[in-house]
């Protein structure tokens, strides 16, 4: 299911990884890939871990720790961009506020 909108985020990581967060609860999501098939990196206060590929290296999502468990994120740059042409993309500056400027 598509999501409502989509998030580019401008904290560090995110601007690195270049990704376009959906977000989703964790119960509707299903990754579909072998347990080993993605390294997981986690950093900050430690409430996060990002997953990537071990083949491609591209990142497919990132999944909560701590906090809020009700949300997590994949990467819709992986997504077929037909799909996504339509969406709003909301610009979040989590680099300095937290805030979504639009």
Known sequence: ???QALTDCNCSICRRYGALWAYYPPKEVSIIAPDDATEVYVWGDRSIEFHRCKHCGCV???APLTGNTERMGVNARLLDPE???SLRV???DGA???QYLR
């Open 1 to 3: 299911m598509p999501p």
């Open 60 to 62: 497919t999502h990132w």
């Open 83 to 85: 799909a996504l042409r």
């Open 90 to 92: 909301r610009k979040l």
């Open 96 to 98: 300095r506020t937290g």
